[in-house]
């Protein structure tokens, strides 16, 4: 085995950040027969706040490592056949890079130039980690436009920023855009006949088909979700799908406080604030092949709408609904909700997808007074009357960037001044690596 020194890699981070974006702080590329230790003492601080803060932000933090292998393919194994006399282009492709005239990349935790280009590996990396972690399978295809895709760099807001992720659970986020194929339920007769007898097997058989096609529908979208779920292995290896891996995850709630004095001549107009110090540490990894860590932040605010009501304000109480027959309410399927069933205005039908019949009993609305619905400044939705809804804006920060208001302006108004952005996080990367490169003092006595 190669012999390894040990290097510190500490290094200072001071990101910003939208509410409900995927951020990345640092990317640090590694080596085959890397072992890395990180440690990430931050300060997060919300922006000044218009109104004293009421409502508790989630603050996420994920370490993530990619193998550039899964980015250049083949061209990468060529690479290090080939060897330090090895020409781009004649025994490898070169490596491809992404084009930047307009000085995005902030969201890649790279220090956008107007008009250089970007390492692939950067581009696709953040495209891959947020396709596989943070996607929601049951809305979006990993084939969809409006997805970061890979060789694309993200632009205007995504590029400063970083591009949305889902809103934190609530009864209003969770719908799938389509449901299970109906035909999947019926059992043909013995003889194709109809009005004939139906065999007892031919209904089991439509049964169990409609739960393997319901399976594969709502809860095995991903090919290591299926075989986990369909035949019960134990896991997949990354390297089948050439997925990211999750090395680390901090979750901590920011509380906030309303001002910052000694005595009553300090006091002046009082503001919300927000701070939290967080410690984020990801353990002693071994890593095999070349390939990049990644450390990523989220921050969201709970999903409230300032018109939130029950299901039975805007439906018809009858037994079906209102009941909760249990024998009765296990042979409904899933159905779909629109926004009228989770909020006070009846116009707003945007179809919300579908979910399991009865949510409305499964779940409380939050309570919030109709005059916060008239100020602005709070961290709440305003969905009234919302023309264009659907189950990715409902699912998405954001509404997945669409340019339609109230989406295009989620929690603006919340924030006094955001010259940056909603958050800030000041971090120190306590990064220990051992690795196969020689120490310093070697290149400096090189031919001695």
Partial sequence: MQPRNNFDLSHYIAQVGEVG???????????ANDSMACQMEMSVNLSPLNRPLKIDSKCDIYSFYV????????SWVDMLQAGINGVAGTDYTAFATVGNGTANGNELGYLPVNGAT????????????????????TVNEETDADIPQPGVLLTNVQGKYGFPVSRLESAMTGGSLTAVDEENRMAESTSGTSGDAVDALDIKKAQNLYKSETDRHYFATRYRDLIKKAFGSSGVSIDVDERPELLAHTSQWISGYDVDAQDFSNLGKAIGKSSAMIVHKMGKKYFNEHGAVWHMAVIRFPTIATDETHYYTNNTMDYANAAGDPLTWEAEEPMPYTLGDFHMNQAASGNLGYQAYGQWLRYHPNAINRIYHQRAGYPFLSWNAVAAMDAEKAAYCHGMDVAVTPFNIEY???FGNDDLGHWQIYAICKTDVDRIIPNAIKSIYAGV
């Fill in 21 to 31: 974006r995927l951020q990345t702080l640092s990317v640090i590329p590694v080596l």
């Fill in 67 to 74: 193998k550039h292998r899964y980015i250049y393919g083949d």
């Fill in 412 to 414: 603006s108004d919340y």
């Fill in 118 to 137: 970007i390492p692939l590996f950067y581009v696709d990396g953040y495209a891959s980690i947020w396709k596989e972690f943070f996607r929601i399978p």
